[in-house]
């Protein structure tokens, strides 16, 4: 614990590497541990020096930190202080002792002194939360608020808080970016701008919203303090306390305060303002219909003999099952939507209030539940806003929902390539500028009219992000009506954390939208329209290299994200979300959306998850900043120690930004999250990167290097981590396995996994020392097969002649194959390893008839009516693993026969005949270009 306290606050800008709140826990830890051992009287003299210099030194520290909490705060931390001169060491253990409690216990529910909880139950704990008040109020008047405050409290209230009194703009934002537990924000309306204390961070930032003018003047500093609150952390509730007059506020005010109220006005509106702001994102309308429901008696004749558990609870054969779930579960399974609770399909009550809830907490203009996954939010999406013949422009490596959404809507798919990452065998993202390239040729060619999405991952598996804003803005300026669909299947967290959340599908939507709706972008683009007036609009790549700026008047931001929110946040596997910011959704959307809807959502939605969903969104609207936060330290302080480490990294290394971003896409130059050389500037570093970069790599996403183990993925996931040790990785890959950080993965498990490598790393000693040079040389070849003889890593071929509507153009007609493969007389099996490889020896084309999906990677390599290139089938030999959907090699692979490729080439596709209620009907051919 030597840190000074200036040394840690460099590495917790923006709670990235420790977080605050982590660091001030090992600091109160290292105070207990040295208060302790003081006490225990056993040390000799310089023992004893040095650990009054501990305390002294953490103390120090302390009483600048516990500036920014309420609980136990500066005054506990200067009383400790104060012992300690007095050299009472047994007095100090024992305040040492309770302060550590309040320090360690972020929301200090009781149900002690503060009264009991809803209905006045006596067992119910009350929770706590903190409320920041920002003026400039001597100690003794800040003091004095407080009480007043806490004077206010009713004696049966659900929720009690803390108040925090800071002085100053600097002293409020880092109490917000440092202290979790702030729910509520009361601002005065002028306050001084600076801290006394001296965070060189915080005062470059300051520095830079001074610039911009981000401050206000000294008479109206709540207005822009708010402002940028509420962009740091949108989920507080923010109040104006103010005594100029109100045809004097800011007009920029509006909009950002949820209340102002008046000096001299009796504070007990204010006091239950904040507690109503509180109970209202709170509220879980449809776990707390859900939970009132399974509260009543009822009689069931309706579906689901388990509901109530009436056909469990009494059987004997399977009891094991109430015992293992416990009753709750079964009380609250039901077919019923009334009686309190409400439909899915067609919501008016609980579940259309919880959904604005999310929509509100994610920000969204509208936000819908699934309970089938992404896979199907991804459907509903697709066949929302594609028609037959759409062109949607396509990730090759996205997830197989959309390809299949493709083959549902009769959507004619241009697939994009993602740089590949061949030493790693993984793509990244889709550079915009191939995404650009590919929307100028087909304007070029006279289809971009039929152009309708954009369709990507972010992130990616790997933890590759987009600049969101970027890509739109400038897809925009070339076709203004596009509708843009985010898979954030693996993102739902980023919304919670300042830095990862403009990276988000709404959050630059709304970027963009008001950036558009900006003088300051009006004159740019005018500047713009000079800049290009002379270029050749058929120059394609002159445009691409042009950074475009979109049209004002006529971009619309018709944006869609999924979300798998049971990947990163607290809900039941399936759970999922479609978030929606479309400017023309209620026009052109919504009802081919409810249909699709419809379509695709069970009659029967598991009641279990939709009420996850609901608490999922309650979690993240309290703590999901400081879940994430930690996250992210969690995420760093793997990578750092694998990098530092000198036993692990002999086998190991996670995989950084130089890995998985080619330097091209960096701007910012951010290469490494472990560096040694300059560790305080790794943070300026991240938060440089997600600003300005085309593409960065989410640390929390730690992909560990395996080669050298000799190892591939599976094996190493299999054999090394799950038999012998019960760890469980998100991925893997031929040459590394995939960590996934979450918001339920602990300092524990951190260190488990840690210890688990060191033992690996130990016993990858033990057994080379023991090898035989025929051995060491078998581990050498597989050393040298996983870092360099690797599989080639193909893009996708092209579509045939006979699935392309116009020969010359790339998109393909994906229902047509996928439905002509239905027929077994139209496909044939070829084995790879000779007769695939004949066969394109002798000049024919091969045509896939189905999806070929290998585990890993987990992209499509083939899609219907893809043709087979070398590259692939090269690929697909080399792989080493035994999952690929799509293929069995006993019988090899599905291809089109000659002569139904060359029927459906001329429009005339080989008959299908069925059997019918015992008689044979000729079905109509599906000719090329035709939905089926």
């Not at 504070?267 to 939970?291: Q, S, W």
């Not at 598996?461 to 803005?473: C, I, K, Q």
């Not at 018709?558 to 479609?578: D, E, N």
């Not at 045509?847 to 499509?860: D, E, K, L, S, W």
Request: aromatic letters at 8%; glycine letters at 6%; a negative charge.
């Amino acid at each position: 614990m030597s840190q000074s306290f200036a040394e840690r606050v460099r590495e917790q800008t923006l709670g990235v590497r420790e977080s605050p709140t982590l660091a001030r826990l090992a600091a109160w830890n290292a105070v207990t541990q040295a208060a302790n051992a003081l006490s225990y009287g056993e040390c000799d003299a310089a023992e004893r020096e040095e650990l009054i210099a501990t305390l002294d030194r953490e103390l120090d520290s302390l009483s600048h930190l516990e500036r920014y909490w309420a609980r136990p705060g500066r005054a506990a931390v200067l009383a400790l202080r104060q012992l300690l001169a007095e050299h009472d060491v047994s007095r100090l253990a024992h305040e040492v002792a309770g302060a550590v409690e309040q320090a360690d216990d972020a929301s200090f529910t009781d149900s002690g002194d503060r009264g009991a909880g809803v209905g006045g139950d006596d067992s119910t704990e009350s929770i706590g939360f903190t409320v920041l008040v920002v003026g400039d109020y001597s100690d003794d008047d800040a003091a004095r608020l407080a009480e007043q405050i806490r004077d206010l409290r009713g004696g049966h209230e659900q929720f009690v808080y803390d108040v925090l009194v800071v002085p100053s703009f600097e002293d409020a934002l880092i109490a917000v970016l440092f202290n979790h537990d702030v729910q509520a924000v009361v601002t005065q309306y002028a306050f001084r701008l600076r801290s006394d204390e001296q965070l060189p961070f915080v005062h470059e930032y300051m520095a830079t919203l001074e610039r911009d003018g981000e401050v206000g003047t000294a008479l109206e500093r709540g207005p822009a303090l708010g402002a940028l609150i509420g962009e740091i952390r949108p989920e507080l509730d923010l109040y104006l306390y103010t005594d100029v007059p109100l045809a004097e506020l800011d007009e920029g005010m509006h909009g950002v305060f949820r209340r102002v109220f008046y000096r001299g006005d009796n504070d007990l509106e204010l006091h239950m303002a904040i507690l109503d702001g509180v109970r209202a994102r709170f509220a879980t309308p449809f776990f707390d219909a859900l939970k009132r429901f399974a509260q009543q008696p009822t009689g069931v004749f309706h579906a689901l003999p388990i509901s109530r558990g009436n056909s469990v609870f009494t059987s004997k054969w399977i009891r094991e099952m109430s015992d293992f779930y416990g009753p709750s579960i079964f009380m609250a399974e039901t077919s019923a939507t009334t009686g309190g609770l409400d439909s899915l399909l067609q919501p008016t009550g609980a579940i259309k209030d919880a959904q604005q809830a999310a929509a509100r907490t994610f920000g969204s203009d509208r936000t819908f539940w699934v309970t089938n996954g992404t896979s199907t939010a991804n459907k509903i999406v697709v066949q929302t806003l594609v028609a037959p013949g759409d062109i949607v422009l396509i990730d090759r490596n996205c997830h197989k929902s959309h390809h299949y959404g493709m083959v549902l809507g009769g959507g004619l798919p241009v697939y994009l390539d993602a740089y590949r990452l061949e030493e790693y065998s993984m793509y990244g993202g889709v550079p915009l500028e191939e995404i650009k390239r590919t929307l100028l040729t087909l304007r070029k060619e006279g289809r971009l009219d039929r152009v309708k999405m954009l369709l990507l991952t972010n992130c990616t598996f790997d933890g590759v992000v987009y600049n969101v804003e970027r890509v739109m803005e400038e897809v925009l300026a070339i076709k203004p009506d596009i509708c843009f669909l985010w898979d954030e299947a693996w993102f739902a967290y980023a919304r919670f954390h300042p830095v990862w959340r403009q990276r988000t599908a709404m959050q630059a939507a709304q970027a963009v939208r008001r950036r558009l709706d900006g003088d300051e972008h009006r004159a740019r683009y005018e500047r713009h329209r000079a800049t290009v007036a002379d270029l050749d609009p058929d120059d394609v790549e002159a445009w691409v290299e042009q950074p475009l700026v979109a049209d004002p008047d006529t971009a619309r931001l018709r944006v869609y994200s999924t979300q798998s929110t049971h990947k990163s946040l607290s809900c039941l596997r399936q759970g999922s979300m479609i978030h929606v910011r479309d400017e023309d959704f209620a026009r052109l959307a919504e009802e081919p959306f409810m249909e699709a809807y419809m379509a695709h959502t069970s009659t029967s939605p598991n009641y279990q998850i939709l009420a996850s969903l609901d608490m999922a969104r309650r979690q993240v609207d309290f703590e999901g900043y400081g879940l994430v936060d930690d996250t992210i330290a969690s995420a760093l302080t793997i990578r750092e120690v694998v990098a530092n480490h000198p036993r692990l990294r002999e086998y190991f290394s996670v995989l950084n930004p130089e890995d998985l971003v080619p330097a091209g896409h960096r701007e910012s130059g951010t290469a490494r999250y472990d560096r040694e050389d300059h560790p305080g500037a790794l943070d300026a570093d991240i938060v440089e990167a997600f600003a300005n970069d085309e593409f960065v790599l989410d640390p929390t996403r730690v992909t560990l290097y395996i080669a050298k183990t000799g190892m591939d993925g599976y094996e190493f996931r299999n054999e090394a981590l799950m038999a012998e040790h019960g760890i469980q990785v998100n991925k893997t890959a031929i040459n590394s396995v995939l960590f996934l950080t979450n918001i339920g993965v602990g300092r524990s498990a951190v260190a488990y996994l840690v210890d688990v490598l060191l033992q690996l790393a130990d016993e990858m000693d033990r057994h080379l020392k023991d090898m035989s040079p025929a051995e060491r040389e078998l581990h050498e070849q597989a050393v040298e097969r996983l870092t360099s003889d690797l599989p080639p890593l193909p893009n996708f071929s092209h579509f045939h002649e006979a699935f392309r509507p116009n020969p010359a153009t790339k998109e393909g007609d994906m229902r047509s194959a996928y439905f002509l493969g239905y027929d077994s007389t139209n496909r044939e099996h070829l084995r790879l390893g000779g007769e695939v490889e004949a066969a394109m020896a002798a000049g024919r084309e091969l045509v896939a008839t189905t999806f070929i999906i290998p585990y890993p990677p987990g992209f499509p390599v083939l899609v219907p009516g893809q043709v087979v290139s070398e590259d692939i089938v090269e690929f697909m030999n080399k792989l080493d693993i035994t999952e690929v959907h799509g293929y069995r090699a006993d019988l090899g692979l599905s291809v089109f026969t000659e002569d139904a490729l060359a029927a459906q080439a001329g429009g005339r596709a080989r008959p299908k005949r069925r059997r019918r209620n015992g008689s044979e009907r000729t079905e109509r051919p599906a000719l090329a270009g035709a939905t089926a």
